[in-house]
C-alpha cells in the first residue's frame, strides 16, 4: 500500500478537490479536527480536566516536533509563528560592533527586519542579489567573512521552491564564525531537515502548513549551547522562576532548555490539534513524503514544461521540495478559474507567479486535474 492510500482518506477534502497549497495552509486531516472537537467539547463540559493537563499535550508537541527537527525537545520551545521564532532568534544575538549579516532571495522580511531595530547595534545587511536560484550560494560565499555574524536563508523558498543544502551552509557560516539561522516554513514535514546532525543554530517554522496543523502555532528550534548561554529576551512565569524569593532581583532563574522562551499559555486546542497533524506527519514518514512530493512536483514541471511555461523551480530533485512556482500572464485569473474547477492552487499579481504545492494526500491525478485546467483556461482565453 503506497502512501496515498494509506492516509488520503484522512482528508475529506481530497473526495471533491485538487487540493494543492500545502504550502499557504494545509487542509485539515480527520484527527486533527477530532483533536480540536474534543478540546472544545471538554471546555465546555469539564474545564478542570484541561486545567489539570495545560502541558501534556505541550511536552507531546515537542517531542514529535524535534522527531521532524532531528532536535532534542528541550532545544525546541513552541511560539505562535514563524516570525516570532525568527525574531527570537535575532534577539538572542548580540553583534559586536562591525558585524554584518548575509540574506539571499528566499530571505524572509520577518528573518531580516529584526536586526533593524533601532535599540539594535547597526548591522551591515548584505543581500545576495535576485537572479537564478543556481547563482545563490556562491552569492552568499562572496559576501561572508570574518565579520559575519549570521546569515539567514529559507530551507526551501516560497518564491521559487528552491532548496538549500543547510549542512553546506552551516560549514560556511561556522568557518567564519557566525549563526545560521534557518527559516522551515516551507520545508518541515515536506522533506527531511537534520538541525543537530547538519549544525544549524536556529531554525523557525509553523504548524499550519506542511506539518497538518492549524494556524496560531510555530517553533523555534535553537542549538542546545546557544539556548543555555544567551538569556531570552522576553520572560514569563513559563520559562523562569525565583531561586529564592520576588524581594532579591538576582535569584531570577531561568527554566533550562528551550522552555526559557516560553512566557506563557500557547494556543491549548491548537497544540492537541497539531500535536495530531504531526502523528500523522510520522506515521507517514518523512522520507517517503519527500519521495512521493518529489515524484508529484517532478510529474508537475515536466508536465508544465511540455506546455512551454516556464517554471521557476529547479528540475534536480535535491534542489526542490514541495512547492513548484511557474509564471503565468494572468496568474490571479488562472487560480480563479482553478478553483472554479475544484483545483486549489495560488496566484500572485505582483508578478504573475503561480504556486502548486502537492502533499501527502495527493495523487497523480491531482496534478493532470491542474495541467488539464491550464489547457482549458488557455482555450477559453
Known amino acids: 500500500m503506497d502512501l496515498t492510500e494509506r492516509f488520503r482518506s484522512l482528508f475529506p477534502i481530497t473526495e471533491t478537490r485538487a487540493y494543492l497549497f500545502a504550502g499557504g495552509l494545509a487542509p485539515a486531516a480527520i484527527p486533527v479536527k477530532a483533536a480540536l472537537d474534543r478540546w472544545s467539547d471538554r471546555w465546555m463540559l469539564d474545564p ?20 521532524v527537527l532531528g ?83 529559507s530551507h526551501v523558498d516560497a518564491r521559487t521552491g528552491f532548496r538549500h543544502d543547510l ?83 538576582g535569584s531570577l532563574a531561568f527554566r533550562p532548555g528551550a522552555l526559557r522562551h516560553e512566557i506563557g499559555l500557547a494556543d491549548l486546542p491548537g497544540i492537541a490539534a497539531a500535536s495530531k497533524g504531526l502523528e500523522v506527519i510520522l506515521e507517514a514518514g518523512i522520507v517517503g513524503i519527500e519521495r512521493h512530493v518529489l515524484d508529484l512536483t517532478g510529474r508537475m514541471i515536466d508536465g508544465l514544461a511540455e506546455r512551454g511555461i516556464r517554471v521557476l523551480t529547479p528540475a534536480s530533485r535535491a534542489e526542490r521540495g514541495g512547492v513548484v512556482a511557474f509564471h503565468f500572464t494572468g496568474a490571479v485569473s488562472l487560480a480563479r478559474y482553478l478553483r472554479g474547477i475544484g483545483v486549489d492552487v495560488w496566484g500572485y499579481a505582483e508578478d504573475d507567479r503561480m504556486r502548486a504545492d502537492p502533499h501527502l494526500y495527493n495523487v497523480p491525478d491531482d496534478v493532470d486535474r491542474l495541467l488539464k485546467g491550464i489547457d482549458e483556461y488557455r482555450r477559453r482565453s
Open 71 to 153: 532536535a532534542d525537545p528541550d532545544e525546541i520551545a513552541i511560539v505562535d509563528n514563524t516570525s516570532r521564532g525568527s525574531n527570537l532568534a535575532v534577539q538572542m544575538i548580540e553583534p559586536p560592533p562591525g558585524a554584518n549579516i548575509v540574506t539571499d532571495p528566499t530571505s524572509h522580511p520577518s528573518a531580516v527586519w529584526p536586526w533593524l531595530l533601532p535599540k539594535r547595534d547597526p548591522v551591515e545587511i548584505r543581500s545576495v542579489p535576485d537572479g537564478p536560484s543556481s547563482t545563490w550560494m556562491a552569492g552568499i560565499e562572496s559576501l561572508v567573512d570574518e565579520n559575519t555574524i549570521a546569515v539567514l536563508v
Open 48 to 67: 478542570a480536566y484541561h486545567r489539570a493537563r495545560y502541558f501534556d499535550e505541550w511536552e507531546i508537541l515537542k517531542g514529535r516536533l524535534a522527531a
Open 167 to 249: 549542512r553546506r551552509l552551516a560549514d560556511l557560516t561556522h568557518g567564519c564564525g557566525g549563526y545560521l539561522i534557518v527559516d522551515a516554513a516551507q520545508s518541515a514535514g515536506a522533506v527531511p531537515i537534520e538541525a543537530e546532525a547538519d549544525g544549524v543554530d536556529f531554525v523557525s517554522g509553523t504548524l499550519m502548513k506542511w506539518l497538518l496543523g492549524p494556524p496560531g502555532l510555530g517553533f523555534l528550534y535553537a542549538r542546545r549551547d546557544h539556548v543555555e548561554s544567551m538569556a531570552p529576551p522576553h520572560v514569563g512565569y513559563v520559562g523562569a522562576y525565583w531561586e529564592s524569593g520576588p524581594d532579591d532581583r
